[in-house]
């Protein structure tokens, strides 16, 4: 087994079923205020450092907008993921196209996530350690596709809820894929980690997606580190 490159970003998605990929991770950022506050302690903060200089003191319109920023809404729904703010499709766009968005395992069906996942060249895995696998797990999100009744796409995120989230199982039903279905999971499964004020959130991918991944904010190798993992030694 050789090392492999690490990707980093303020943003992320992936997927992998070994070490033998490229590890994602991206810029620690800070978590974002929780849903329904203001940006008064931003305003606050810049009300004390630009306002020493007297440029907010003097600048009238600077500080009706300081005001204005402080009565708005605290984030959109993807802030801090994509440019916009806002998630490439939205839940209303998918919808009409007969894609239902989940992030819960309930109602989860694992024979057809188990389905998906040999679609993809993943293992089937027992259901019992899967259904234990994603009660462990974070953050997840599946799109059930409501004409065939099937799962045509999974990922998840494991991780100790505070600080780190490691992103897992990202796929998508082959007959589905270019449609931008994993940039709508990723997009969401990333802002319910960021929501939840998680800024360190790592990944595992094939070195033929890495691509896919650098639009989407993530380097490689920052700062020379390297992905490691634990090989046991073959008698």
């Given at each position: ?24 991770l ?13 940006f ?31 009565a ?20 209303d ?80 039903d ?62």
């Amino acid at each position: 087994m050789t090392l492999t490159n690490m990707l980093i970003s303020h943003s992320n998605l992936g997927f992998c079923s070994d070490f033998s990929r490229p590890l994602l991770l991206p810029l620690l950022l800070p978590p974002p205020p929780p849903a329904g506050s203001s940006f008064q302690p931003f305003v606050s903060r810049l009300t004390s450092i630009v306002g020493s200089t007297g440029i907010l003191q003097n600048d009238r319109k600077l500080r009706q907008t300081c005001q204005v920023m402080a009565a708005a809404p605290s984030y959109s729904e993807a802030a801090g993921v994509t440019e916009s703010g806002m998630f490439s499709q939205s839940d209303d766009d998918l919808n009409s196209r007969g894609f239902e968005i989940h992030m819960s395992r309930d109602d989860i069906n694992l024979d057809k996530l188990n389905s998906l996942f040999v679609m993809v060249g993943f293992p089937r895995r027992e259901k019992g350690k899967l259904l234990r696998a994603l009660e462990h797990t974070v953050s997840l999100l599946w799109i059930h596709e409501k004409k065939s009744g099937s799962i045509i796409g999974f990922a998840r995120a494991t991780g100790d809820s505070i600080f780190n989230a490691i992103i897992w199982d990202v796929v998508v039903d082959p007959s589905y894929q270019g449609l931008g279905l994993g940039k709508v999971m990723m997009e969401r499964l990333i802002a319910d980690l960021v929501k939840r004020g998680i800024s360190n959130i790592a990944l595992y991918a094939e070195p033929n997606v890495v691509g896919f991944y650098q639009p989407l904010g993530f380097i490689s190798d920052p700062d020379g580190i390297r992905a490691m993992a634990y090989s046991r030694r073959r008698r």
